[in-house]
Nanobody, 133 residues
Framework: QVQVAESGGDSVQSGGSLRLSCTIS????????MSWFRQAPGKEREGVAA???????SYADSVKGRFTISQDNANNMLYLQMHNLTIEDTAMYYC???????????????????????????WGQGTQVTVSS
């Protein structure tokens, strides 16, 4: 089992940047598909970005070119660098870990594009990002 905890959320102006962090603890000896999700008030939760254990990444179309997911395996950290933020990026952002390969070889890369139940994997409590004009 693994635990994840997000940090770095803040209030920023439109056009600004933020970097979210996710601390990974517990059983870090196995490989995980790591991902970021977000949920805005009144909206469905959506996948934002994912990175598999080979370092391949994928992004939701709405953030492609503005957000970058990365991981520091040595320090068990996951990051989401966000640039050119817009009001539409306002949401609670969640880090999630899924055991690599458990749901199929290519599942991780599909995470930002398919519904993912919170019954799967390990999720953090979220960190709030608020973008104002």
């Amino acid at each position: 089992q693994v635990q994840v905890a997000e940090s770095g959320g803040d209030s920023v102006q439109s056009g600004g940047s933020l970097r979210l962090s996710c601390t990974i603890s517990g059983n870090t000896n196995i490989k995980y598909c790591m991902s970021w999700f977000r949920q805005a008030p009144g909206k469905e939760r959506e996948g934002v970005a994912a990175i598999d254990n080979d370092g391949d990444t994928s992004y939701a179309d709405s953030v492609k070119g503005r957000f970058t997911i990365s991981q520091d395996n040595a320090n068990n950290m996951l990051y989401l660098q966000m640039h050119n933020l817009t009001i539409e990026d306002t949401a609670m952002y969640y880090c999630a870990a899924f055991v690599a390969g458990r749901y199929g070889d290519k599942w991780c890369i599909m995470v930002p594009r398919v519904p993912v139940s919170r019954d799967l994997g390990y999720w953090g409590q979220g960190t709030q990002v608020t973008v104002s004009s």
